[in-house]
């Protein structure tokens, strides 16, 4: 049936006679110094970087009248992001994770708005570039405007997902910010096989 049909199906199955009851909202805080577990930082990476992750570049156009976060740089922002995936297919959500000291990220969240681009296998240097620090990320690199929010949809890509930012949630160093899909397609690449992250490395 593949995964869009069997989401389909449950969607059906959900709106039929089998209503969902909604757990209680969960309380949203920082994780306290005496709560954390004894896992060695390190060792979290290494376990962890066994998983292969796609890797996304996530862009918001300019916020008139901002001064690039402090940073001196206006004009759009974007970063490198392995922490993607889809969360909702009625209605249409996904989901980012994005590191809470992030200088990209309060950019992004006074744009309210965001678009998702999958990078293909011949894009670990792009990829590079937009997780420098304090650069012109969209210095040389070739993009236009996603159609409903207008942030940069770099050329060569997957595929694209623009998006508004439906909520924020806290994870610990993290942010897991939800965003509401208002357009999608796939891009020049798409043909192509992607970027992906393991073990420290692309592939």
Request: aromatic share 6%.
């Amino acid at each position: 049936m593949g995964h869009v049909g069997m989401a389909a199906a449950a969607v059906r199955y959900l709106r039929a006679d089998h209503p969902v009851e909604a757990l209680p909202r969960p309380e949203l805080r920082c994780v306290r110094e005496d709560e954390r577990a004894p896992v060695d930082q390190g060792e979290f990476r290494r376990v962890l970087g066994s998983f292969a992750s796609g890797v996304t570049v996530v862009t918001a156009p300019a916020v008139e009248g901002e001064d690039g976060g402090g940073q001196g740089i206006a004009g759009p922002a974007g970063f490198a992001c392995q922490s993607f995936c889809s969360l909702s297919l009625d209605p249409p959500l996904v989901a980012f994770m994005v590191g809470r000291t992030s200088t990209s990220w309060p950019r992004i969240a006074r744009a309210g708005v965001f678009c998702v681009n999958v990078l293909s296998a011949g894009q670990a240097g792009l990829c590079r570039a937009f997780a420098a620090s304090g650069t012109d990320k969209f210095a040389g690199v070739a993009h236009d405007a996603a159609p409903v929010s207008g942030a940069p949809r770099l050329a060569g890509t997957l595929a694209w997902i623009d998006c508004a930012i439906h909520a924020v949630h806290t994870g610990g160093d993290h942010l897991v910010v939800v965003g509401r899909v208002h357009a999608l397609g796939t891009g020049e690449a798409a043909d192509e096989p992607p970027l992906l992250f393991h073990r420290g490395r692309f592939l």
